[in-house]
């Protein structure tokens, strides 16, 4: 059951953010990482910085080798391998964790800039096809963390994490399987507090 709700929340992520995804100039991983800002601008929380903490605290567990694109992506190839990191202490990231992932695109003006775009590029998009392939494994019932790892990998490249509205989503969702010991513990003990 747990593992379940996990996959939920990175599926409810990836979902949402299908919906609007272009393969060109980033224009629409733009628009959903400003309404993500938003989102948590009403709540007066500066995002970028909590994900700037998390990134930082990752590097400097040695869970993420830099803030490189390619860390990223060997930090999801590790977990893919069945190398889960143990964290623990995700409550220092409760911030990040406030806003469900359906409710970071329910801004009006956001939802109005992703109903204009061109419908096609989202078919043809990358993440068209990792919502494809998250719900193959959902139909499957096989689902695990190391299983969701390995779908992200396998359709975004180490040059995807380059883009910043996917790096946010990375983060979040590493900040999801904070709260859930079951599936991981994030942070050795010298990073909890």
Do not use: H, W
């Not at 040695?62 to 889960?84: R, T």
């Not at 719900?135 to 490249?157: N, P």
Request: hydrophobic content about 40%; charged content about 25%.
């Amino acid at each position: 059951m747990k593992k379940i709700k996990y996959f939920s929340v990175i599926y409810i992520l990836i979902a949402l953010s299908f919906c609007a995804c272009s393969s060109s100039e980033n224009k629409v991983e733009q628009i959903l990482l400003d309404c993500i800002r938003d989102t948590y601008k009403n709540l007066n929380i500066d995002i970028d910085a909590e994900l700037n903490i998390l990134e930082t605290d990752l590097i400097s567990a040695g869970y993420l080798k830099s803030n490189s694109e390619e860390a990223y992506y060997d930090f999801f190839e590790n977990i893919a391998n069945g190398s889960i990191p143990s964290i623990a202490g995700g409550e220092k990231y409760l911030n990040i964790l406030v806003v469900r992932p359906s409710e970071l695109y329910v801004n009006l003006d956001c939802l109005e800039k992703l109903i204009n775009l061109d419908s096609t590029k989202i078919v043809e998009s990358k993440f068209f096809l990792l919502l494809q392939q998250m719900e193959t494994l959902k139909m499957s019932g096989d689902i695990s963390t190391s299983k969701v790892a390995r779908t992200i990998i396998d359709v975004l490249s180490s040059k995807d994490f380059e883009i910043p509205y996917y790096r946010a989503l990375a983060l979040m969702t590493i900040a999801n399987a904070f709260m859930d010991s079951v599936y991981v513990e994030l942070l050795p003990p010298r990073l909890r507090q």
